[in-house]
């Protein structure tokens, strides 16, 4: 009795030449929108912490008369914290000290230094580092809040000559400043509010320092 024969043949170069290319280009495109999801959460914290430092400070200053670092200090009135633990002009309005532009480093006794142990101290943010001159971190890097015209670009205060005192971010990738900027902002890293302190902030670049009013 006869058999059916078949007659069996594989992929051509041609084919599996395509079949390697989409298989690349699906590859390509998984990666990147990783990246975008990864990029989008890194900037969700970002703008978490700087919205929990916005209300933490309002919060300060409606219940003390002051800034937090600003406070002029009062016995008892906040716990732990002592007499001549803070240098600067007390009760200006201003978080004033040193900020090292570099390295994110703030003089220990210095109002920027003394600002997030008093919020802390105060019940008003709950995670206080243990690097007396680099508290708060992100996790690219230190966070401070800073009197504007001490610290902030010339192009900053020019273009925000009402913001008094910004949290300063260090080292954010410019992926995460645009995602932020476009939550926080007009979208556009040198312009408006939010700013990062260089001419450009592209794609796979840092920005050493980020301002966001404080």
Known sequence: MPRNTRTQRGFTLTEMAIVVVLGG???AAGLMAGRGQISRSQAQDVIQMAGDLQTASASFKQRYGYLPGDWIYVANQIPNIVAGG?????????????????????????????APVQLYQA????????????????????????GAAANATAAYTTANPSVANVIVFYNLPCEVVLDVDRSLDDG?????KMMVDAATCNGGATALRTFIPL
């Open 25 to 27: 280009i699906l590859l």
């Open 86 to 114: 803070t240098t600067g002009a007390l009760g200006n309005g201003l978080i004033t000290g040193t900020l090292a532009v570099a390295t994110g480093l703030a003089t220990a006794a210095s109002e920027i230094g003394q």
């Open 123 to 146: 019940g008003l943010i709950g995670k206080l580092g243990t690097n007396v001159q680099m508290r708060l971190q992100s996790q690219f890097g230190p966070v401070h809040m800073v």
């Open 188 to 192: 556009v890293a040198t312009t408006g």
